[in-house]
């Protein structure tokens, strides 16, 4: 006897076997379905979950870092701990000049104001930064433009509003061209944008009003003085090999002990989004660790199917020797009903977890940050399908050997 793929007798047979005992075959079906959706939720869930965590920064740098001054903790040069003397718009210039590795940059200035059109006023945080901010976190633009280059070098009173603060004085009418009174100076409204994502550089792009930062200093008369240096590291680079530059700038142009490291506090987001990758990378292997355990529960359970196969069809398998079947025959017929078994359960456990990942990834769905990617791709499913299947026909070997073992005079003897 040879075993044919295309041989419907054969297909017949195997269905024939795996219904003898159906409450067996289905437990040991459910056990391989389980594991492999087990798995197939495991893996699709926790990227899901990294793109629900990640999704909230889109549009956000990830190599971006920032620096705030805080106060002294060593004397220094005859004055006290305890002191605070600001950056300047000189530090930043000597900074982007002396460090070959910083790509975006920004100063930001911060305050509170009162924000009027008309007979409509609304409070609101000003920010005054250069171009690059919008490159660091990209905004919305719902209508005009972002501020450039000329803006800050001509030191223009334009002014780029959040939707909400555009809602608040305007309605639904068209801002752009209008003139908004920030703090009783006027500004020419240039643009309407809203932030893409949850993390913020100061304040919510929704909420603010967006000036040069140039214009800011010299309305304001805030001098040369900045809140914070908001920056990004080129490719290859992270933002720490920007810090040493810093803060030897800072403590050469403003009386600070070079040595006193808490003058000056660094923000790096990249150490922030290693730690996630980290921390996903773990929940990965975590899921990995727990669905091969199931699918190896699954291949046992296969693997004692087919041993009990084995016993009960000892006389068949022993009349099937005597009229001359071969021992690969015998394998063959045995490893194709574990890999029936395997497959067919298999492949409906990979379709259960798809289709509930896919209810979770369109309960998540957001319309403003998309899809958090609850899915499992073709790659992971073909592998967690093939994997059962190598597991199911690696359990089912020992009883197939045994299966050919069996001598015809023996078996015709079992009773």
Not at 83 to 95: A, E
Not at 149 to 163: C, L, Y
């Amino acid at each position: 006897m040879k075993i044919r793929i295309f041989d419907i007798e054969n297909w017949r047979e195997i269905g024939q076997t795996l219904a003898r005992n159906k409450t067996r075959t289905l437990l040991t079906a459910f056990g391989i379905f389980w594991g492999t959706a087990m798995l197939a939720m495991l893996m699709g869930g926790s990227e899901g979950l990294r793109g629900m965590l990640v999704r909230n920064f889109e549009g956000f740098a990830t190599n971006m870092g920032a620096c705030f001054v805080q106060h002294t903790t060593k004397p220094y040069r005859g004055f006290n701990k305890g002191m605070s003397w600001p950056l300047t718009v000189n530090d930043i210039d000597f900074v982007r000049r002396a460090n070959p590795h910083l790509d975006l940059s920004t100063t930001s200035n911060q305050t509170g104001g009162s924000i009027q059109y008309a007979d409509k006023a609304t409070a609101s945080q000003i920010l005054g930064v250069n171009p690059d901010y919008f490159r660091i976190q990209l905004p919305v633009v719902h209508s005009g433009r972002v501020l450039n280059e000329s803006d800050d070098s001509q030191i223009r009173k334009s002014a780029v509003i959040g939707k909400n603060v555009a809602t608040s004085l305007f309605g639904s009418d068209d801002p752009i061209g209008r003139y908004i009174k920030v703090n009783q100076v006027y500004f020419m409204v240039v643009g309407v944008v809203s932030q893409t994502s949850e993390a913020s550089l100061g304040a919510k792009m929704d909420d603010a009003v967006l000036i040069p930062a140039t214009t800011m200093r010299r309305a304001f008369n805030l001098g040369t003085d900045i809140d914070a240096f908001i920056y990004t590291a080129k490719p290859g680079y992270s933002p720490k090999d920007i810090e040493p530059t810093i803060r030897h700038v800072y403590s050469m142009n403003h009386p600070v002990d070079p040595t006193d490291k808490d003058a000056i506090w660094f923000l790096d987001v990249s150490e922030q989004f290693e730690m996630v990758d980290n921390l996903f990378l773990g929940i990965s292997l975590l899921a990995i660790f727990v669905g091969a355990g199931t699918l190896l529960a699954g291949a046992i359970g296969i693997g004692n199917i087919m041993w009990i196969i084995v016993k009960e069809r000892t006389r068949e398998i022993g009349i099937r020797r005597a009229i001359g079947a071969k021992p690969v025959d015998i394998i063959a017929q045995i490893l194709s009903e574990g890999m029936v078994l395997t497959a067919i359960a298999g492949i409906a456990g990979i379709c259960f977890a798809v289709g509930v990942l896919a209810v979770a990834d369109t309960l998540t769905y957001d319309p403003a940050l998309g899809s958090a990617h609850f899915q499992l791709s073709l790659k992971s499913a073909l592998g967690i399908t093939f994997t059962f299947l190598i597991l199911g026909t690696c359990a089912g070997i020992v009883p197939a050997f045994k299966a050919m073992r069996i001598k015809p005079v023996a078996a015709l003897n079992d009773k």
